[in-house]
């Protein structure tokens, strides 16, 4: 079965570049912590409205905080509740596939 999945994904390269676009949104949110440059919600109006500096890559927003480091923990509780909905669509999903098939019927006619 993970033969197949490679095989299909190798003839597919855009599958393959959004998996690995996937997989690298997942590791910088999870990593947020560590490589934001600054505390998302500190506020300093003297650097409200920034351009982008090295030391404010994305610049700052109309408060003056890092939109990098707002971006990265944003992310992270995007990615958390998609993964939750995920998981329980999943596990509804399953029970209602898991009764369709025992009974022998189709998922509508359950």
Known sequence: ???SI???????????VALCLL???FILTLLA???A???PVQ???ALKLKPP???YPLGTDHLGRCILSRLLYGARASLGFASLIF???????LVIGTLAGYKGASPTRC
Request: proline share 8%; aromatic share 6%; net charge negative.
């Open 6 to 16: 490679r095989t299909g994904l190798r003839s597919e390269t855009a599958a393959l």
């Open 23 to 25: 997989l690298i949104f």
């Open 33 to 35: 912590p560590w490589i």
């Open 1 to 3: 079965m993970m033969a």
């Open 87 to 93: 998981i329980c669509s999943l596990g509804i999903g």
């Open 53 to 55: 500096t090295p030391d």
């Open 43 to 45: 506020v300093n109006l």
């Open 37 to 39: 440059p600054h505390d």
